[in-house]
């Protein structure tokens, strides 16, 4: 059971280049959320998808589009990478539960 | 203002120690609440639900108050696989959104 899968793991970009984070989860959840975390910031918000075919603006969606490409997957585009994206990127999903299961992580440095 | 607020901390004890860490929130149609455990480098893990009529798991005892939109967890007997971030999250809407908190970081010395 691998639960909420996310590739790369880590990556390094040149400012403006771009790239798609990728996720999926196999526990059929209805639910997928992007959120990233920097130092003394907490969890934010990027874009979440309530349901297959929907997707909303989270807290700080600037600089970023998703897709939910099926029910099992939510991929994150950066189009033109700015040293402001560095971070760590999660991805979850929840289904009608509450809790959240989430992926590794994706650690991107962007110079 | 912050929607989830923590001491960052770190709170530094010795085993054995009872730590309590506190968190607030600012929305009072916030609808559910929950703490979840972070390790270094790791991603966040629920540790438990927070439920109007306190709730223990274990050594872990989580407490809510909507009136003062206060949150807290207590931990009993650290241990130190205790040592972690301890993030305070709030459940706003039936889109399962949830808000989180910038974490407390505990560290349990020997």
């Known amino acids: 059971n691998a639960g909420v899968t996310q590739t790369p793991k880590f990556q390094v970009l040149k400012t403006g280049q771009s790239m798609t984070l990728q996720c999926a989860q196999d526990m059929n959840h209805n639910s997928m959320y992007w959120y990233r975390q920097d130092p003394g910031m907490g969890l934010r918000l990027i874009y979440y998808s309530a349901s297959e075919g929907t997707t909303d603006k989270g807290e700080v969606p600037n600089g970023y589009n998703v897709s939910r490409l099926n029910k099992r997957e939510f991929s994150l585009r950066l189009e033109s990478a700015a040293p402001s994206q560095t971070s760590v990127y999660f991805c979850?999903?929840?289904?009608?539960?509450?809790?959240?299961?989430f992926g590794s992580g994706t650690r991107l440095t962007v110079v | 203002r912050k929607e989830v607020e923590q001491d960052p901390g770190p709170f530094n004890v010795p085993e054995g120690a009872t730590v309590a860490f506190n968190c607030t929130y600012s929305?009072?149609?916030?609808?559910?609440f929950f703490w979840y455990r972070q390790d270094c480098r790791k991603e966040p893990k629920l540790l438990m639900s927070v439920y109007s009529s306190g709730n223990e798991d274990g050594r872990f005892t989580a407490q809510l108050n909507r009136a003062s939109q206060y949150i807290s967890l207590l931990i009993r007997d650290s241990k130190l696989s205790d040592s972690a971030t301890y993030l305070c999250?709030?459940?706003?809407?039936?889109?399962?959104?949830?808000?989180f908190g910038s974490g407390t970081r505990l560290l349990v010395r020997p």
């Open positions: 979850a999903s929840t289904g009608q539960t509450y809790g959240y299961t």
């Open positions: 999250v709030v459940r706003m809407d039936s889109s399962y959104k949830l808000i």
């Open positions: 929305n009072s149609a916030s609808q559910s």
